[in-house]
């Protein structure tokens, strides 16, 4: 089945760190572009982060450039954020995204996982 | 930031009917850069139409897109069961994409 399946979601304090990832299973995952993209609570969507196939070309939204790192590990089939410095508003749940293209971005997705709830909170 | 409103907020709505949700630009959508997700709680979010009117691999027919400049439609010619759900726009025209805030179509 061609799936992404999020993880590494909880609880954590203002300042504090946290580690998703996101498995890839079903289709080539060193094929395709990913992003990472979260919903606030009652908020809609929000991009916040690009990597292309080899890990040379990333982006990231404001909001979280310089606190986030994307990377990803192809022989694992894996997709990771690392999030340093969270701040309250960083709430939400994240979801992982593959982008339709393939070696370069069309920067609409189409494969998603159902989401990992962070909470940050003192 | 291109900022996307989408309205109605909530469309009640009875399966059978015709669903039209807008989304309107703040700034013109720079070619056919526009796209359309469905999600269910849950659920992982889905892709419908892409490219302002080409539906994603597996979309049914009662689902098209159309618009131009600054306004959107997203059509469902029929609503079936499964239909119900929050639909999201998005424009990937101008960095970053955006994304609208949803409209929730929920049963009458």
């Known amino acids: 089945e061609v799936q992404l399946v999020e993880s590494g979601g909880g609880f954590v304090q203002p300042g504090g760190s946290l580690r998703l990832s996101c498995a890839a299973s079903g289709f080539t995952f060193s094929s395709y572009v990913m992003n990472w993209v979260r919903q606030a609570p009652g908020k809609g969507l929000e991009w916040i982060s690009y990597i292309d196939l080899t890990s040379s070309t990333i982006y990231f939204a404001d909001s979280v450039k310089g606190r986030f790192t994307i990377s990803r590990d192809n022989a694992k089939n894996s997709l990771y954020l690392q999030m340093n410095s969270l701040r309250d508003e960083d709430t939400a749940v994240y979801y992982c995204a593959r982008d339709h293209g393939q070696t370069s971005p069309y920067w609409y997705f189409d494969l998603w996982g159902r989401g990992t709830l962070v909470t940050v909170s003192s | 930031e291109n900022v996307l409103t989408q309205s109605p907020g909530t469309l009640s709505l009875s399966p059978g009917e015709r669903a039209t949700l807008s989304c309107r630009a703040s700034?013109?959508?720079?070619?056919?850069?526009f796209a359309w997700y469905q999600h269910k709680p849950g659920q992982a979010p889905r892709l419908l139409i892409y490219?302002?009117?080409s539906r994603a691999t597996g979309i049914p027919d009662r689902f098209s897109g159309s618009g131009s400049g600054t306004d959107f439609t997203l059509t469902i010619s029929r609503l079936e069961p499964e239909d119900f759900a929050v639909y999201y726009c998005?424009?990937?025209?101008?960095?970053?994409?955006?994304f609208g805030g949803g409209t929730k179509v929920e049963i009458k």
């Open positions: 700034q013109s959508v720079s070619s056919t850069y």
């Open positions: 998005q424009q990937y025209g101008s960095p970053p994409l955006t």
């Open positions: 490219g302002i009117s």
